[in-house]
Nanobody
Framework: QVQVVESGGGLVQPGGSLRLSCSASGSTSTIKSIGWHRQAPGKQREPVASISSGVGTKYADSVKGRFTISRDSAENTVYLQMESLKPEDTAVYYC???????????????WGQGTLVTVSS
């Protein structure tokens, strides 16, 4: 089993920066994809960025060039560095990890509790 816990959200002014962290624990060697989604008030949850085995990094068009996802394998931590933040980036950011494990290659997904990012002056 894998568990993930996010941290690093908060209030930031437009144009500012923030770094989110996602700490994974448990059977981290089974993780095939790890990343971030977000859900703004009144909107559906949407993917933001991810790191996947054999694929590399992916970003939503809305954050390309502003957000950077990185992984510290030694610390089992994934970071989301957010630059040039806009009010429309305001959302609850969720970390997820997708794993394949066991003799039958069972797929499982776990999500963190979310961390709120508010971009406002």
């Amino acid at each position: 089993q894998v568990q993930v816990v996010e941290s690093g959200g908060g209030l930031v002014q437009p144009g500012g920066s923030l770094r989110l962290s996602c700490s994974a624990s448990g059977s981290t060697s089974t993780i095939k994809s790890i990343g971030w989604h977000r859900q703004a008030p009144g909107k559906q949850r949407e993917p933001v960025a991810s790191i996947s085995s054999g694929v590399g990094t992916k970003y939503a068009d809305s954050v390309k060039g502003r957000f950077t996802i990185s992984r510290d394998s030694a610390e089992n931590t994934v970071y989301l560095q957010m630059e040039s933040l806009k009010p429309e980036d305001t959302a609850v950011y969720y970390c997820y990890a997708a794993s394949i494990s066991g003799p039958f290659n069972r797929y499982s997904e776990v999500w963190g509790q979310g961390t709120l990012v508010t971009v406002s002056s």
